[in-house]
């Protein structure tokens, strides 16, 4: 965790900057923590229909913003940012072709599955990517790479074109639905900010999450304020993610066992085997 990353950093330099002193979860930790959680708020979505309780997925709010924040890490040490993106978007593919597959064999009218948490990370570590960009063409007074990151930045907002094509489609009544879910998860193996799993404002945290990371304190509130803006004017339950704030406040900055991939499978298999026993089940 103390090695230098590719851009020539420390972590000893960071650590300069905050305290850590009596903290006790490491990015490891926080990971497995936002596991646990994110089971119990999927066996809610699983099972719902048979009367899961609602403080199953209500315990389950803080969930994205804790991977988000490790992701935040994540990006930051890594060696290749460009393998870790192309990592996020392979999963991001698979998980869309995986999850449209698994309710075409195995229908399940109590359950739609829209999940791809890989689509929310590879948005969010773009335009990590794109202010890593924009802050060194900055630092080198090179306009022509602060506007390329500027420009990177709608990317993600052209992508969404292909599903709205489909939304057009879908109104004419000679489209098979078939043909419209066919040509809807096409469009969603381009991830971009319409179809991002929670919202593009999971991936305004997450973004904020990676530009204030040497700052706890505006971390924690732009979490607390996106929380409160859900609360005001959503209205429900996705408020609840401010509880997320505690495990991040209690972060040490350090790595722990790492489980590199455990969330690449953890993620999928646990969705596909709740999904089957709910299809069986229920």
């Not at 719902?48 to 403080?55: F, T």
């Not at 995986?98 to 948005?123: E, H, Y």
Request: glycine residues 8%; contains cysteine; proline residues 4%.
């Amino acid at each position: 965790m103390n090695g230098e990353t590719e851009n020539g950093r420390t972590e000893t330099a960071d650590v300069r900057k905050e305290n850590f002193e009596g903290k006790i979860l490491d990015a490891t930790n926080l990971k497995l923590l936002a596991a646990v959680l994110m089971l119990l708020d999927h066996i809610h979505q699983m099972f719902s229909a048979v009367g899961a309780p609602l403080w199953l997925t209500m315990a389950g709010r803080p969930v994205f913003p804790l991977f988000l924040f490790a992701a935040s890490e994540s990006f930051y040490h890594t060696r290749s940012k460009r393998k870790y993106l192309q990592r996020l978007l392979a999963a991001s593919w698979g998980m869309t072709i995986f999850t449209f597959l698994l309710q075409k064999l195995i229908p399940n009218d109590n359950v739609v599955l829209m999940n791809n948490a890989f689509s929310t990370f590879f948005v969010t570590g773009l335009y990590m990517m794109f202010w890593d960009g924009f802050m060194d063409g900055l630092r080198r007074r090179d306009v022509k790479k602060i506007i390329k990151s500027v420009l990177g930045g709608l990317i993600p907002v052209a992508c969404a074109l292909p599903i709205y094509l489909v939304a057009v489609l879908s109104f004419q009544e000679n489209v098979s639905p078939f043909t419209i879910r066919f040509l809807a998860t096409l469009a969603l193996l381009v991830p971009n900010i319409l179809t991002v799993e929670g919202g593009f404002s999971l991936v305004v945290l997450g973004t904020a999450f990676y530009v204030f990371r040497n700052h706890r304190v505006l971390q924690i509130a732009v979490l607390l304020i996106l929380s409160g803006f859900s609360y005001f004017v959503d209205g429900g339950i996705q408020w609840m993610m401010c509880f997320a704030a505690i495990p991040i406040f209690l972060y040490n900055g350090k790595a722990g066992r790492g489980k590199k991939w455990f969330f690449y499978i953890f993620y999928p298999a646990h969705i596909a085997l709740l999904y089957l026993i709910s299809a069986w089940c229920c």
